[in-house]
C-alpha cells in the first residue's frame, strides 16, 4: 500500500532506517575515535525518544563489522546483584572461573578470570574489547561499581576494556555520585532532539528506505511542521505520529498527509493520554 515495501515508521531500533541526525552523527563518530584510542569509558545520554537505542544498535553494526575489535553488547542490563551481573558478563565474554568441581563461583572468582581474559585478549592478541550497555540507567549501584573496577585495568598505553553506556539523563545524578567514577568517564554526550529541517530529512529518509518512489509526497509541507510542532523534533514521537498519518491515509482513502490529520491525530493522542492517566495507567518508554 502507498507505493511502500517496508514499514518506515515502526519504533524498532532497526539500523536501515537510522537517520544521522548531526546530533547522532557527532555521537557515533566520538564513539568510534573514542573506542579506537582506547579512552576507556564512554556515556551517551537522552531523554526517552531521542534515538539511543537506535544509535547503540548502528555502533554494533559497526563494531561487530571490525576484526579488530571484540564486542558483547548488552540490552537489558537489569541485575540483581554483582555476582549476577558478572556471572552473565563472563557467560558473554566467554570466560569461565579457575574454580574446583561443585564450587559456586564467588565475585571475586569472576574478577580473576575476567582480569586474565582481558589482559590474553586485550595485551597479548591485541583486540580491542568493547562492553556495550544498552538502558544504562537500569545498572544499579552493585554494578556500576564492577565496571568501574574493570575499567582499572589499563597498560601504560591505553584502557585495556571500553565501555560504552547508553541510557536516560536519570543516570547522570547517579554516576556523579560515585567515587572515581564521573573522572574517568573519556566522553561525555547529550543527544537532543531534532531540528525542524532534520525532522523533515528524517521523513524523508525513512519513506526512500522504505521503498517509497513517487513525483508526489506523502506529507506536504504544512504537515511537516504540524508534525515537527506537536512533537518537538523526538524521533520516537515523530515516527509513531508519521505511522499513525500513514494509517490514516490507507483507511479514508487519502493520498497525501496534511496539517488537519496531524492535528486531528494530534487531539485524539492528548485525549487518549488523558485517559490513560486518569485510569492510572502507563504508556511504553523507551531510550
Not at 579506537?36 to 545520554?45: A, F, H, P, Q, T
Not at 554483582?82 to 558473554?92: G, I, K, T, Y
Not at 564450587?103 to 582480569?115: F, G, N
Not at 598505553?157 to 564521573?182: A, C, S
Request: proline fraction near 5%; charge should be negative; glycine fraction near 6%.
Amino acid at each position: 500500500m502507498l507505493g511502500l515495501d517496508n514499514e518506515p515508521f515502526s519504533t524498532s531500533p532497526d539500523p536501515k532506517f537510522f537517520y544521522e541526525s548531526k546530533e547522532h552523527k557527532s555521537a557515533l563518530y566520538r564513539l568510534r575515535v573514542a573506542i579506537e584510542l582506547r579512552r576507556g569509558l564512554s556515556i551517551v545520554l537522552g531523554e526517552v525518544g531521542t534515538g539511543k537505542t537506535t544509535l547503540s544498535r548502528r555502533l554494533s553494526q559497526l563494531l561487530i563489522a571490525d576484526p579488530a575489535l571484540f564486542m558483547v553488547m548488552i540490552l537489558n542490563p537489569v541485575y540483581e546483584s554483582e555476582l549476577q551481573f558478572l556471572s552473565d558478563l563472563a557467560n558473554r565474554l566467554h570466560v569461565k572461573s579457575d574454580i574446583g568441581p561443585g564450587e559456586e563461583p564467588k565475585v571475586l572468582d569472576y574478577l580473576k578470570a575476567i582480569e586474565k581474559f582481558l589482559f590474553d585478549k586485550g595485551v597479548e592478541q591485541g583486540k580491542t574489547i568493547v562492553i556495550l550497555i544498552d538502558e544504562a540507567q537500569k545498572l544499579n549501584e552493585p554494578c556500576l561499581e564492577v565496571l568501574r573496577s574493570l575499567l582499572n585495568y589499563e597498560t601504560n598505553e591505553y584502557k585495556i576494556l571500553q565501555v560504552v553506556l547508553m541510557g536516560q539523563m536519570e543516570l547522570l545524578p547517579r554516576i556523579t555520585k560515585i567515587k572515581n567514577f564521573w573522572d574517568r568517564i573519556a566522553l561525555k554526550y547529550v543527544i537532543n532532539p531534532l531540528e525542524e529541517s532534520e525532522a523533515s530529512e528524517m521523513i524523508d529518509f525513512r519513506l526512500k528506505e522504505a521503498g517509497y518512489v513517487s513525483r508526489y509526497p506523502l506529507f506536504n509541507y504544512d504537515s511537516i511542521r504540524a508534525i515537527y510542532t506537536h512533537t518537538q523534533g523526538y524521533p520516537r514521537k515523530i515516527s509513531l505520529m508519521c505511522h499513525d498519518a500513514l494509517e490514516y491515509l490507507v483507511m479514508h482513502k487519502k493520498e497525501m498527509v496534511d496539517k488537519d490529520i496531524i492535528d486531528n491525530l494530534a487531539r485524539h493522542n492528548v485525549k487518549m493520554s488523558l485517559e490513560v492517566a486518569a485510569s492510572g495507567g502507563q504508556g511504553p518508554e523507551n531510550g
